[in-house]
């Protein structure tokens, strides 16, 4: 008998999202099913996010959720966040300014991890600054050739400057950039709870259907929803640089949120 996926329940008897011991990018659609699932119990102007009972979490995962709790609060509603028990997880959220980020409320009483903390940022103007001091933090921990760090800048500030140019996120993006030393490998990952790259390519390609066709679009170079707003070669050439360097792109969204929850304005 193989044990079940970990996934993210919504408890109507305590208001929370709870989450289980382990987070990673497949846990986005348990999530978002949560989140729907709380606002049609219309839990009210209130929701607990529930880590209680994480003992390890990737960046794939959290800043997804870190958006999600940004939108909500941006919202008016209250997100109150419970950190893990174990105390290596909780130290872990409290490093890498996952903590913060979820409540700015909430302390930092321990020194920010130097390879793995996150960075909130809503304007092209913030985005050169946080980009060299994560890039400063990657030659500090990995030797790569010139072209692979200029390479590696490159796709950081594209895929930044995509989350401002078109996912119309009112509260900015998240970005966070990982060396793994003994690997020699980096990793970085960038957030929004903007409209999506379906909704956003469909003003340029309006015969799109679904999320798939959209991505499959949108990593094809020169593809945009207006030449305007960009030349449609960042997640094109983020990937061909992450094959290249035989690494891989991966990319998530969580289907159907933020056309359930966002309220109109």
Known sequence: MTDRKPI????????????????????????????????????????????????KAFANGMLGIIATATELRRQGITVIIKLPKQVEARRFFLATSWANLLDPVLTDNYRHNNKHFARHFSSFEEIPAIINNFMEIIMGHIEM?????????????????????????????????????QKDLVAF???????????????????????????????????????????????AGTSRIATMTDGSLDIGYIDGLWPTIITKE
């Open 8 to 55: 993210v329940k919504y408890s109507s008897y305590t208001n929370s999202i709870v989450f289980p011991y382990r987070i990673a990018s497949g846990l986005l659609p348990d999530f978002a099913a949560a989140v729907k699932i709380w606002h049609a119990r219309k839990g009210g102007n209130s929701v607990v996010f529930d880590f209680s009972n994480v003992q």
């Open 145 to 181: 050739p010139g072209d692979v760090l200029a390479a590696l800048e490159w796709s950081i500030t594209e895929i930044c400057d995509n989350v401002i140019n078109h996912a119309e996120s009112k509260t900015g993006g998240f970005l966070q950039v990982i060396a793994y030393p």
């Open 189 to 235: 990952t960038v957030a929004d709870a903007g409209k999506g790259i379906l909704q956003s390519l469909r003003e340029g390609i309006p015969t799109l259907n679904n999320d798939l066709e959209a991505i499959q679009e949108a990593i094809k170079v020169g593809v945009t929803r207006n030449k305007d707003a960009g030349q449609g070669n960042g997640l």
